[in-house]
Structure formats: structure tokens, C-alpha cells
Antibody, heavy 124, light 107 residues
Framework: EVQLVESGGGLVQPGGSLRLSCVGS????????MDWVRQAPGKGLEWVGR??????????EYAASVKGRFTVSRDDSKTSLYLQMNSLKTEDTAVYYC???????????????WGLGTLVIVSS | DIQMTQSPSSVSASVGERVTITCRAS??????LAWFQQKPGKAPKSLIY???SLQSGVPSRFIGSGSGTDFTLTISSLQPEDFATYYC?????????FGGGTKVEIK
């Protein structure tokens, strides 16, 4: 059974930092692109960022709203995905989901499998 | 960025009814379009990818169609467990973008 388990959420002040983690199991973690997707309270889904697999040199992509502040990384030896969030803003308050990407026909969608999410609250 | 516009934003329907949700892209995305279902307090679930390919284990009453800029998700006969919010996602180009969601409610 595929599992993605996020951790690291919590309350942080504006301007602060937080590191989210996601541990994957039940699939070949190292072979897949991995994404972070967030959902502000009562709002829709927003893609945050992606890290490709080793064959693509672990390159990354980001949403404009987080570029330069957030960093996606991974450790395949620990089947883990990370999201380092710096210079946090109140508008970053959301549930953050870890999601496995799936590549078909040359492009890769985010969300073949999803974790349960971890809540980040940015508030003073 | 490619904007994804879903309509309607909400729909009320009865069990057994046919429901159609539309997703329009601001520019062509070929068939790089996925659909997700989300129930309150839960993580989203993948339903359809490549515009019309059903994810394993998803009931055949979920039907995806379209290409280019116009896509539809049809639930052929609504079941009680289908009351949820549905999102489309384009993955033709970065940033990946989602539609605003369509909430399917009980009439």
C-alpha cells in the first residue's frame, strides 16, 4: 500500500522558517517526481513546487508565489521529501500535501498519490 | 501561466442524476489534464489523467473528455459517495495550475 506521511507543520510567526518532511513507502520513491501542493483554509488547491528524479538531476520547479523563499529537496536513501519554507507570510497559511507525480506521454501530473497533509499557520 | 476555469462552481443534484463539470484552459494544454475528487477534511484523490484515462480503481461512471482548451468531467449516475469537490489540473507547462473547484451537493 502506498503511503505518504507529512510532518513538521505548526504555528510560526511571519518572517519565520519551517521545514516540512514527507516519508513515502509502498512504491519506488526514487523513480518518481514529487510535488508539494497546498490548500489555504476554505480555498482550492495550489501547486507549490516539484523535484524531479535522479535521471533528471533532481531539478526543481516552483510557483511564483514561493520562488526564492521555498526549497524542495529529497533524500532517496530515506524515501523522504522536504519543503524548506523561509520568510513565511500570513498568506502561506495552508494544509501542505506531499504528492507523487506520474509521468505519461512526456508530461507529469501532480497527485497520483497524496499524503494526509500537515497544517502550517503563519501568524503573530 | 495557464489559467484553469471551472464551471459551475457548485451544482445540486440527486442520486442517479447525470452531472457534468467543465474545465477551460486559457491556452491549449493538449490532453495534459487531470481530475481530482476531494471530500471535506480529506486529501484529494486522483480520478482521471490524460484527459480521459481512468485511474485504477475509479468507477466507470466517471468519464473525462476533451482536448486543447475545453474539458469535461461527467458523472453518469451520481452516487451518495460522489458528493465532493472536484478539481481539474493542467500539467502541460509550469506552473502546474488547478481550477477553482466544483462542489457537487445533494439536492
Amino acid at each position: 500500500e502506498v503511503q505518504l506521511v507529512e510532518s513538521g507543520g505548526g504555528l510560526v510567526q511571519p518572517g519565520g522558517s519551517l521545514r516540512l518532511s514527507c516519508v513515502g513507502s509502498g512504491f519506488s520513491f526514487s523513480d518518481h517526481y514529487m510535488d508539494w501542493v497546498r490548500q489555504a483554509p476554505g480555498k482550492g488547491l495550489e501547486w507549490v513546487g516539484r523535484i524531479r528524479d535522479k535521471s533528471k538531476s533532481y531539478t526543481t520547479e516552483y510557483a511564483a508565489s514561493v520562488k526564492g523563499r521555498f526549497t524542495v529537496s529529497r533524500d532517496d536513501s530515506k524515501t523522504s521529501l522536504y519543503l524548506q519554507m523561509n520568510s513565511l507570510k500570513t498568506e502561506d497559511t495552508a494544509v501542505y500535501y506531499c504528492a507523487r507525480g506520474n509521468c505519461i506521454g512526456g508530461s507529469c501530473f501532480a497527485g497520483f498519490h497524496w499524503g494526509l497533509g500537515t497544517l502550517v499557520i503563519v501568524s503573530s | 501561466d495557464i489559467q484553469m476555469t471551472q464551471s459551475p462552481s457548485s451544482v445540486s443534484a440527486s442520486v442517479g442524476e447525470r452531472v457534468t463539470i467543465t474545465c477551460r484552459a486559457s491556452q491549449g494544454v493538449s490532453s495534459f489534464l487531470a481530475w481530482f475528487q476531494q471530500k471535506p477534511g480529506k486529501a484529494p484523490k486522483s480520478l482521471i489523467y490524460a484527459a480521459s484515462s481512468l485511474q485504477s480503481g475509479v468507477p466507470s461512471r466517471f468519464i473525462g473528455s476533451g482536448s486543447g482548451t475545453d474539458f469535461t468531467l461527467t458523472i453518469s449516475s451520481l452516487q451518495p459517495e460522489d458528493f465532493a469537490t472536484y478539481y481539474c489540473q493542467q500539467y502541460k507547462s509550469y506552473p502546474l495550475t488547478f481550477g477553482g473547484g466544483t462542489k457537487v451537493e445533494i439536492k
